[in-house]
């Protein structure tokens, strides 16, 4: 919807040409980014750590990190690794993020 969709029409329709062009193959180049990311989620000390590093995905902004960051704090019951107790600590009652439609019911 145009609520997720925040990245613009102009980054989706060069995106969608890129993996028609590859086949597909385009998925695999953010693998690498995403273990980098995932090394830097281990070792992050608070919520807004997490989900700056989330957003630096192309394609993922304020509402869709804060969809990964609660399903890796749901997670983390399973995979206590994932990150360190003081960031669900944190996203408790230190730092939270809105998607545009949170912050259109607000006004």
Same mark, same amino acid.
């Given at each position: +919807?145009?609520?997720?969709?925040? &990245?613009? =029409?102009? *980054? %989706?329709?060069?995106?969608?040409?890129?993996?028609?062009?590859?086949?597909?193959?385009?998925?695999?180049?953010?693998?690498?980014?995403?273990?980098?990311?995932?090394?830097?989620?281990?070792?992050?000390?608070?919520?807004? +750590?997490?989900?700056?590093?989330? &957003?630096? =995905?192309? *394609? %993922?902004?304020?509402?869709?990190?804060?969809?990964?960051?609660?399903?890796?704090?749901?997670?983390?019951?399973?995979?206590?690794?994932?990150?360190?107790?003081?960031?669900?600590?944190?996203?408790?009652?230190?730092?939270?993020?809105?998607?545009?439609?949170?912050?259109?019911?607000?006004?």
């Amino acid at each position: +919807t145009g609520e997720h969709q925040v &990245q613009g =029409l102009a *980054t %989706v329709k060069n995106m969608l040409k890129d993996l028609c062009a590859k086949k597909g193959r385009a998925l695999s180049s953010p693998s690498t980014q995403l273990k980098a990311i995932a090394g830097c989620i281990r070792d992050a000390s608070n919520a807004k +750590t997490v989900l700056d590093r989330l &957003q630096e =995905l192309r *394609t %993922v902004g304020p509402f869709v990190s804060w969809q990964i960051f609660s399903d890796l704090v749901a997670a983390r019951r399973l995979f206590p690794a994932i990150f360190p107790e003081a960031v669900v600590s944190d996203s408790l009652s230190g730092y939270a993020l809105f998607g545009p439609g949170a912050c259109k019911g607000a006004l």
